[in-house]
């Protein structure tokens, strides 16, 4: 198992970047980046494939919600992504062009996103390759232990983290319910398929601590457990006594 670097990355880490969706920067953007950065945070941001599996810093499958434009981020290269802008002006961002604009400066939390089907093969690998060439503390996470345990064979040196929780919302729906049967996502929850990642962290939901699992990830397993996402001071206060770290938007953790 690769250890994560406590002293880099216990710390606040900003979700998708110190944004604000009313009054900008928004989400993913470089501004909210920038502004995280000012602050000494660290960075949580998000991975989806764009054309040829060219790793995009973006969080949706298709574009309309914060940008411009509409349609699949998949249709995109690195160089039609520059015409995809967000409200400030400013593109869509590369994963490469997130790390040549951090450079170690603070610490990046790097959310692999899944669908649930079979990892995408071209994007893991240049996910791989960038992670690998980096100089600055970084770990990578996903909800989908199979991205997780291929990231593992592609860059082994690079830590790894799952992220969880109950996989229920308020009115007990399961997450993606149309991907995950109830036993599947009752496993995700427990952590019970973590065994072929050798998760160096858990990021797990705040309002779900604490639970059975989380208290054996840090009490008995020793493991870094960040929390997602603190957005009020209830979330923070639990973030405080149940995890390492909070990964937070919209309030002050300071």
Known sequence: MTLLDRSQFLRPIAHRGLHDA?????????????????????????????????????????????????????????????????????SVMTFEALLQLVQGRVPLLVEIKSEWDPPDAAFLSEIAMLCQAYAGPLAVMSFDPAVLTAMRALAPSIPRGIVSGLFESETGDTWWAAKLSRERAYRLAHLLECGPVHPAFVAYHVKALPTPV??????????????WTVREAEDLSR????????????IDPS
């Open 22 to 90: 009313t009054a900008g920067p928004m989400e993913n953007s470089r501004a909210a980046f920038e502004a995280a950065i000012a602050r000494g945070f660290g960075i949580e941001c998000d991975l989806r494939p764009a054309k040829g599996g060219l790793p995009a810093v973006f969080h949706d499958k298709t574009l309309e919600r914060v940008t411009s434009s509409t349609g699949a981020i998949a249709r995109h290269t690195a160089e039609s992504l520059k015409s995809v802008r967000y409200p400030d002006g400013t």
């Open 214 to 227: 989380t208290r054996f990830v840090r009490e008995v397993l020793g493991l870094p457990l960040f929390t």
């Open 239 to 250: 973030a405080q006594q149940w995890a390492d770290a909070p990964i937070f938007e919209g």
